[in-house]
């Protein structure tokens, strides 16, 4: 069974860092793609960056120059480094992870991982 555990969220003041970690347990499909979502309050969950098991990563316009996935293949852990925080990225970033078998695809979540971003 295929499991999502995020880590290394917390509070950090405008222009500072996180690391969100992302660690993957389970037997997963070769073709594959890992995703980082947040959610804001009153808000919908959107997409930050996505990874996929080819090599292509996309960002969300807003975070582009700012934020890297990226992911250790050793240790099946996915990374989104986070820099220059602004106080708009303050959500729970979520880990997903999709599995792209013929005729269907598998879908997991993580548990969420609170971001807050202010003075």
């Known amino acids: 069974q295929v499991q999502l555990v995020e880590s290394g969220g917390g509070w950090v003041q405008p222009g500072g860092s996180l690391r969100l970690s992302c660690a993957v347990s389970?037997?997963?499909?070769?073709?594959?793609?890992v995703y980082w979502y947040r959610q804001a309050p009153g808000k919908e969950r959107g997409l930050v960056a996505v990874l996929t098991s080819g090599g292509n990563i996309r960002y969300e316009d807003s975070v582009k120059g700012r934020f890297t996935i990226s992911m250790d293949n050793a240790k099946n852990t996915v990374y989104l480094q986070m820099n220059s925080l602004k106080p708009e990225d303050t959500a729970v970033y979520y880990c997903?992870?999709?599995?792209?078998?013929?005729?269907?695809?598998?879908?997991?979540w993580g548990q969420g991982t609170q971001v807050t971003v202010s003075p």
């Open positions: 389970g037997s997963i499909f070769i073709s594959n793609a």
């Open positions: 997903h992870l999709r599995e792209f078998r013929v005729g269907r695809t598998n879908q997991h």
